[in-house]
Every structure is written in structure tokens, then in C-alpha cells.
């Protein structure tokens, strides 16, 4: 099993930064497969951006704004958010799983574990 907890969501104006950090414990592994999703409200869970051994992967809403990354070695990824809107408001999910390519990472079918979420609201 794999344990993750996001961690640094907040309010913050248009325009503004976050960084959102997901720590995983348990049985991870470097080469796992690394998400971020979200989901506003009334709205269904959207793929965000992953990082795995074949790329990394944005959805077009937040390429050139967002940036997934790594740290091995404190089994964390992160997810950079620069230039935030309002549309961005919404519930973030760290997802992790075995592996992924392309387009699969994409989809949330190859992520096996999911954190518990955290709020991220962009007022205008």
C-alpha cells in the first residue's frame, strides 16, 4: 500500500503562486508513475499534469503555468502553480501508480492510490 498526503493549498489572487507538495510513505517506489488531478465543484476530476519515467505530461489549461517535479529521496512530488486563475479553483489530488506512457498518464485509470485532496481557491 501507498500512503499520500497533500499538503499546501490556500487562497490566493489571480495571478498568484502556490506550490502543492504530496509526500508518499508505504511500499513507493522512484519509478512510479506521479498525478495531480482536480475537480471543482459541480464539475467532474480533470488530469492536471504526471510525471513518470517516460515524460512529463500537462493538460492544456495549465501548460506553460504548472510544473509537476520530484524529489526521490524525500518521496515527494510537487506541483508548481504560477499565473493562477479562478478557474483553477478546485480540490487537488496527488494519484500514484505502477507506471504510465503518453497519453495513459492522462487518464486516471493507471493510478492505483490516491491522497485525500487539497483546496486551492484563486479569488479575482
Known amino acids: 500500500q501507498v500512503q499520500l498526503v497533500e499538503s499546501g493549498g490556500g487562497l490566493v489572487q489571480a495571478g498568484g503562486s502556490l506550490r502543492l507538495s504530496c509526500a508518499a510513505s508505504g511500499r513507493t517506489s522512484s519509478s512510479y508513475a506521479m498525478g495531480w488531478f482536480r475537480q471543482a465543484p459541480g464539475n467532474e476530476r480533470e488530469f492536471a499534469a504526471a510525471?513518470?519515467?517516460?515524460?512529463?505530461y500537462y493538460a492544456d489549461s495549465v501548460k506553460g503555468r504548472f510544473t509537476i517535479s520530484r524529489d526521490n529521496a524525500k518521496n515527494t512530488v510537487y506541483l508548481q502553480m504560477n499565473s493562477l486563475k479562478p478557474e483553477d479553483t478546485a480540490v487537488y489530488y496527488c494519484?500514484?501508480?505502477?507506471?504510465?506512457?503518453?497519453?495513459?498518464?492522462?487518464?486516471?485509470?493507471?493510478?492505483?492510490?490516491w491522497g485525500q485532496g487539497t483546496q486551492v481557491t484563486v479569488s479575482s
Open positions: 510525471i513518470s519515467w517516460s515524460g512529463v
Open positions: 494519484a500514484a501508480g505502477y507506471s504510465c506512457s503518453g497519453i495513459g498518464c492522462y487518464s486516471d485509470t493507471p493510478y492505483d492510490y
